[in-house]
């Protein structure tokens, strides 16, 4: 689309107007702005749980906003956007319908005839490749042939705007790859009439390949951080430095919150500063198993190592592998400097160590350095039969975390927990619990135990 006039020029389609959305005590979104122009495909980054499908589930009106407006065409938009089209990550498909019959669903309300509705369905069907597929059920497609039938669903409606959330997140490598170039092709050679896409993802090369703008978004509450320019149309699609150069800055962003970003992209716009974060320490949902692996990867790669380059070798998307960062930097046993993550010296001993030696080290760490299992310990310590349940601590994590997630962190906690052998937990009462080795004293602290 390389004859219309700058974004900065163009209409806006949509606009979100300083959107905020809160759960009971929880603000996922915080005083969140953006403008959706004629002509431009914006991709949508940032970490799990800052509140990218949110505001897309916003601009859609399928939720509303708890402040702020959003206004399609100028107008504040009331009900669900009669302008857009949603393809969702799991296909959201009718299963006991055929391929044809859940392209047809979404032209149900629109007051077209049968034949008309055939007409327009099959038409979408030939456009994403399932000619002659119009008659099967999704139970004998494969995930990516699933994923086209969303696709031509959401464009039977011939609307202006597409709405996608992570599109490609649960198909192969193969197959995203496939459908990312296809759905490039379909936008830039205007074989479709659309006239903006907004798409939220995980993966920082998919966004740098598709978008002429990418919005990174920071987390708890979520807001846009940064606005970053896309690559040139000529060079989006290439596998070359410029594109490598983006994803590295992009990688540098998210895992630098406070590091001068004008200074890693003159071209950069700073929207909103990071936020202060919920008030209680967020610990990362990762598996010891995972994380292990992690670091004893970067220690045979020479204990250093960038993190685009990183996310390639493992075949990981941000939101796999930015977790396991976060994890090795609470335990202090990496840091990311200058978009690299380098293993600390501890880091070094946690990779070289036998299992007891990891289970010690992790001991250690947990108890210094994560608020959520120090302060278990702590309670277990004072508690009558060092048991305590796990209910009331819940409720606390609530007054800074969804209920959901106050349960995520929880069971995250419980893993490390174990792991470290710093408490159990019984699941069927519900209650953490001291398991004391044979031989030791039940009087005995965590602490004393951690350091023993």
């Not at 896409?197 to 002429?212: F, G, K, Q, R, Y």
Request: glycine letters at 10%.
């Amino acid at each position: 689309m390389g004859t219309t006039p700058p974004s900065t020029l163009r209409p806006a389609l949509l606009v979100a107007d300083r959107i905020s959305k809160t759960y009971g005590n929880v603000r996922i979104l915080d005083d969140v702005s953006l403008d959706l122009r004629e002509g431009e495909f914006v991709a949508l980054l940032g970490p799990s749980g800052s509140g990218k499908s949110t505001l897309l589930r916003i601009l859609a009106g399928l939720i509303p906003p708890s402040a702020g407006e959003v206004r399609l065409a100028g107008q504040p938009l009331r009900g669900v956007n009669p302008r857009a089209a949603m393809v969702f990550q799991n296909f959201a498909l009718y299963p006991w319908l055929t391929v044809q019959e859940n392209v047809e669903l979404g032209l149900l309300g629109s007051g077209l005839g049968p034949i008309e509705r055939r007409r327009r369905a099959l038409a979408m069907i030939d456009l994403v490749g399932l000619d002659g597929f119009e008659d099967a059920y999704p139970k004998e497609l494969s995930g990516g042939m699933r994923q086209r039938v969303g696709f031509a669903r959401a464009l039977a409606v011939s609307p202006e705007i597409l709405l996608l959330d992570e599109p490609f997140s649960a198909l192969d490598v193969l197959t995203a790859d496939n459908l990312r170039n296809e759905l490039r092709q379909l936008w830039t050679e205007q074989r479709v009439p659309l006239r903006s896409v907004l798409m939220v993802t995980h993966n920082i090369a998919e966004a740098v390949s598709l978008a002429d703008r990418l919005l990174v978004f920071g987390a708890n509450p979520g807001r846009i951080r940064v606005e970053l320019p896309g690559l040139p149309p000529s060079v989006r699609a290439r596998a070359d430095g410029f594109q490598h150069a983006l994803v590295d800055t992009i990688y540098r962003v998210m895992t630098s919150p406070h590091e001068e970003v004008a200074a890693l992209l003159p071209t950069a716009r700073i929207i909103q500063p990071a936020g202060p974060g919920p008030g209680y320490q967020m610990l990362p949902h990762v598996s010891i198993g995972d994380l292990t692996g992690l670091l004893e990867r970067l220690q045979r790669l020479g204990s250093r190592e960038d993190l685009s380059d990183l996310a390639a070798d493992l075949q990981l998307e941000a939101d796999e592998l930015l977790p396991l960062v976060d994890a090795a930097v609470i335990l202090g046993l990496a840091v990311v400097e200058q978009g690299d993550l380098i293993l600390t010296a501890l880091g070094r001993q946690f990779a070289e160590a036998t299992v007891d030696g990891k289970k010690a080290i992790f001991r250690r760490q947990s108890l210094a350095h994560v608020t959520l299992i120090g302060e278990i310990v702590r309670r277990l310590d004072r508690a009558p039969g060092h048991r305590c349940g796990a209910e009331a601590l819940q409720r606390e994590l609530e007054q800074f975390f969804s209920p959901e997630e106050a349960a995520r962190q929880l069971d995250t906690a419980v893993d490390w927990g174990r792991f470290s052998e710093l408490f159990a937990f019984d699941d069927d009462t519900g209650e953490f619990f001291l398991e004391f080795p044979e031989g030791t004293s039940g009087g005995e602290t965590s602490q004393q135990r951690a350091i023993g």
